[in-house]
């Protein structure tokens, strides 16, 4: 295989073992989208940005002197044998533009001795009596409360909570977010906003028609966002300033200003930044400035709206350690895809070429950064979507971890078959993953599930990243998992164990007349009755509890067991490759309120099989072993 200057390789070898080439005409295509014509060498020029290790050598090549990142000036008589770790600046003497220094370490936090389990959880899913229709950071900090000092779990594994366009129809998946950024008002426990007893009548009026949402399992994003945001308008009006406020604004600088300039933007014009007025598609225009002045104090309710999350997802994360999720990629139309329009490939999507349960393969309508544009902007981007996704998180989760090497790009309106793989400068990509995770105290986990090219996992162990291992796709039995892992039964995309066992999940699928390779999931269920020991028609309680048994067997570092299937709910998260109005994906609430949920028999049995099967294990080594 071979790799143009552009990235691109001249094929890859798919799920069933046959090598496609990637065609004239794709080749051609992605390169217009990624703003070249088709026979343009790639731009060179004097590069913005490197990524070194402890102990490589400063790239210095003429006079310069380095600016630490704080504010240390260190001459250019006198440079160190070693920088300290983090973001500086190598400032050239004769003027030149300054080059990021980026100084990372060799791998990823991991603390000493860990071992632990937890809950994989859908938090929009998990409703209590309390919820507007939707499960709230007041649930999850619940949840996560009474499962580490009931239960002794040690982490909740949760879907993304990043932010989607504040306006109808709001997109439910949390895999195709408006911004990686800042995170989605949904999730705001109402009730715990500064200022909600003083609206209290408004309130309660309020959140008594929300409630009347829990009564279907069917979650009602726009209902639910209708009610929220009449409620947090009320509480804002009353709102007399807060001096942490302020300095929430103020840390977060422009990044938050021009977030919440979108969601104005979005409420006039509508979803969509290209199909707005043109003086305002550009976030730096004077267009923009303008408006942002006329709607001060709606940009600033915007702003305001986010410090709640930040307050109230830190209140979770004291009860108990999250591991955030980090989608690959984010919605072309969303508040990333304009701040950072001119990095973002215009005319290809990321997805997944054809595999052996998505036979036709899968496009995600995702934006990718066009590689070079990318380093060119220092990895700015990338660098504040990890630092952003970390906060108040002892986990990041990189959902299709194989992105930090290649993604899958399909020019607009191609077949997914007609896709190529493009490369990233994956060095530089996980050193900086590295640093951040140093910095936020967090591990990481690589969803590395697919397509994955043999070296690929080798390179995320080394950088200690846990490889995520799925029974569904695993052939060997879990006591055989690597020790840097997280060992789960299945994921959002495939089936529960109920579904499964039950035959549920293929009945959906032919009903809906889903293209699905039945066989492959035939041969899931033969294998789930051969790991289990169990005959075909046991009971499926007994199925989910056995299953779990045998799974916390392995020696990885982590074991996450599904809300989903302590409940045995048949339906899975997400059907892939359907919408909204064939199949409630990312919109199925769990079968029981959070109150009973903690009384459920199944549950305590799931969480007794995974927590037995964390006694006794030998840690994980130390970096330094």
């Known amino acids: 295989m071979r790799t143009d200057a552009w990235g691109m390789d001249d094929g890859y070898e798919d799920a069933f073992g046959h090598w496609r080439p990637t065609s004239a005409e794709t080749r051609a295509r992605v390169r217009r989208a990624m703003g070249a014509d088709p026979e343009e060498p790639i731009p060179g020029g004097r590069p913005r940005v490197h990524v070194i290790r402890p102990g490589q050598p400063l790239p210095i090549e003429k006079p310069a002197e380095i600016v630490l990142e704080d504010g240390t000036v260190l001459p250019e008589t006198s440079p160190p044998p070693e920088l300290p770790l983090g973001y500086h600046q190598l400032r050239p003497l004769d003027g030149t533009a300054p080059v990021r220094l980026i100084v990372a370490p060799d791998h990823c936090h991991l603390p000493e001795g860990l071992r632990a389990w937890g809950w994989a959880v859908q938090a929009y899913a998990v409703r209590s009596a309390e919820s507007w229709g939707f499960g709230d950071l007041g ?80 979650i009602h994003h726009d209902r639910v966002w209708e009610l929220k945001l009449r409620a947090l308008e009320a509480i804002w009006k009353a709102f007399g300033g807060d001096p942490a406020f302020d300095g929430y604004c103020r840390k977060e600088g422009e990044a938050l200003e021009r977030f919440a300039a979108f969601s104005v933007l979005a409420e006039r014009h509508g979803p969509g930044w290209r199909r707005w007025p043109e003086d305002v598609r550009d976030p730096i225009s004077a267009g923009v400035a303008r408006f942002a002045a006329e709607h001060a104090d709606r940009i600033r309710f915007h702003q305001w709206l986010q410090w709640l999350l930040d307050r109230q997802l830190a209140r979770v ?100 078959a007609e896709g190529t793989f493009v490369r990233y400068p994956a060095d530089d990509l996980l050193a900086i993953v590295a640093l951040e995770s140093h910095r936020a105290g967090a591990i990481v986990v690589a969803e590395d599930l697919g397509t994955v090219e043999p070296e690929v996992r080798d390179r995320l162990a080394a950088h200690r990243m846990l490889s995520w291992r799925v029974l569904w796709f695993e052939t060997e039995a879990p006591a055989s998992y690597p020790r840097l892992s997280l060992a789960s039964v299945t994921t959002h995309d495939l089936p529960t164990i109920a579904g499964l066992w039950t035959g549920s999940d293929l009945q959906v699928q032919r009903d809906l007349g889903l293209e699905r390779n039945a066989e492959a999931l035939a041969v899931l269920q033969s294998r789930l009755g051969a790991v289990t020991g169990l005959a075909e028609g046991t009971d499926v309680r007994e199925v989910i509890v056995r299953t779990h048994e045998r799974v916390a067997e392995a020696p990885s570092v982590l074991v996450a067991a599904a809300l989903d299937d302590a409940l045995a709910v048949e339906e899975r998260p997400n059907l892939p490759a359907t919408t909204g109005a064939e199949w409630p994906s990312w919109s199925l609430a769990l079968p029981v309120p959070l109150e009973a949920l903690e009384r459920e028999p199944l549950v305590r049995k799931v969480a007794a099989a995974v927590g037995r099967g964390r006694a006794g294990r030998r840690p994980v080594a130390s970096p330094e072993e």
């Not at 911004?179 to 999730?187: D, G, H, W």
């Not at 909600?196 to 279907?216: I, M, P, Y």
């Not at 980090?326 to 919605?331: A, H, T």
């Not at 490939?345 to 496009?363: E, F, H, L, M």
């Open 139 to 218: 649930d999850l900090w619940r949840l996560g409360r009474w499962s580490a000092t009931t239960l002794g779990a040690g982490f909740l594994l949760v879907n993304p909570l990043h932010a989607a366009t504040p306006v109808p129809p709001l997109q439910p998946s949390p895999y195709c977010p408006s911004s990686r950024l800042y995170r989605n008002p949904l999730y705001i426990r109402i009730e715990q906003v500064p200022g909600a007893t003083a609206a209290r009548v408004d309130v309660e009026a309020l959140a008594a028609a929300a409630r009347v949402l829990n009564r279907s399992r069917r």
């Open 317 to 416: 994360a004291a009860e108990i350690r999250l591991v955030q999720d980090l989608p690959v990629g984010i919605d072309p139309d969303g508040a990333d895809a304009w701040a950072w329009q001119d990095l973002l490939a215009s005319g290809a999507t990321v997805g997944a070429p054809p595999d052996r349960y998505n036979t036709a393969g899968q496009d995600w309508g995702l934006a990718p950064f066009v590689p070079s544009r990318l380093r060119a902007a220092a990895y700015d981007p990338f660098i504040r979507t990890i630092r952003a996704t970390l906060e108040h998180a002892g986990g990041l989760r990189i959902d299709h971890a194989m992105g930090l090497f290649r993604l899958f790009w399909i020019p607009a309106g191609g077949a997914p």
